[in-house]
T-cell receptor, first 114, second 113 residues
Framework: EPEVTQTPSHQVTQMGQEVILRCVPI?????FYWYRQILGQKVEFLVS????????KSEIFDDQFSVERPDGSNFTLKIRSTKLEDSAMYFC????????????FGEGSWLTVV | KQEVTQIPAALSVPEGENLVLNCSFT??????LQWFRQDPGKGLTSLLL?????REQTSGRLNASLDKSSGRSTLYIAASQPGDSATYLCASPRDTGRRALTFGSGTRLQVQP
């Protein structure tokens, strides 16, 4: 079954450093998302991306964050100048273009900021 | 904006029991509702998606229902097994016409052998 893949599975970074999390969405999907889950808290929406531009973003997704589709298969989340409170599991997800379709999630990337 | 809540936060049942997990939402103009399973430290596995025009969806031992008028969805698990132990999350689009999901806090299910 097709799946969303994410790398790295776990990354430890120093506060203030930049981090790039990578995702390969399901191949025929054209909507891509990033969510995060701080330990013990709800899954929170960050951003959605379609047709090479952000289609929706939450109040969490400020200037510290950016997304990019650098080629035909990868989708990345960049976090600049990481803070301790950025420590979380970051999930990439994708869905088909047709509305109302299932959103499929990857296994996540654990980010620990020290 | 849609808000989603799940009660109880945790549930423990003996193996073989049928059980119901609850999900409440605030906006009855719901577009769809999706149920997920999350194992500790893992990603989200989609279980069922119910469109607003549907009343229920079934997959194997799982049955999800949607009642827009009461703002509730339930996930029914028949003949529970220890392998069903996980956290179950429900989620719905945050705003009408949007795709981004808002999640409940989940129900942590423990099925005892």
């Amino acid at each position: 079954e097709p799946e969303v893949t994410q790398t790295p599975s776990h990354q430890v970074t120093q506060m203030g450093q930049e981090v790039i999390l990578r995702c390969v969405p399901i191949s025929n999907h054209l909507y891509f998302y990033w969510y995060r889950q701080i330990l013990g808290q709800k899954v929170e929406f960050l951003v959605s991306f379609y047709n090479n531009e952000i289609s929706e973003k939450s109040e969490i997704f400020d200037d510290q964050f950016s997304v990019e589709r650098p080629d035909g298969s990868n989708f990345t989340l960049k976090i600049r100048s990481t803070k301790l409170e950025d420590s979380a599991m970051y999930f990439c997800a994708s869905s088909e273009v047709r509305g109302g379709n299932t959103i499929y999630f990857g296994e996540g990337s654990w980010l620990t900021v020290v | 904006k849609q808000e989603v809540t799940q009660i109880p936060a945790a549930l423990s049942v003996p193996e073989g029991e049928n059980l119901v997990l609850n999900c409440s939402f605030t906006d009855s103009a719901i577009y769809n509702l999706q149920w997920f399973r999350q194992d500790p430290g893992k990603g989200l596995t989609s279980l069922l998606l119910i469109q607003s025009s549907q009343r229920e969806q079934t997959s194997g031992r799982l049955n999800a229902s949607l009642d827009k008028s009461s703002g509730r969805s339930t996930l029914y698990i028949a003949a529970s097994q220890p392998g069903d132990s996980a956290t179950y999350l429900c989620a719905s689009p945050r705003d009408t016409g949007r795709r981004a999901l808002t999640f409940g806090s989940g129900t942590r299910l423990q099925v005892q052998p």
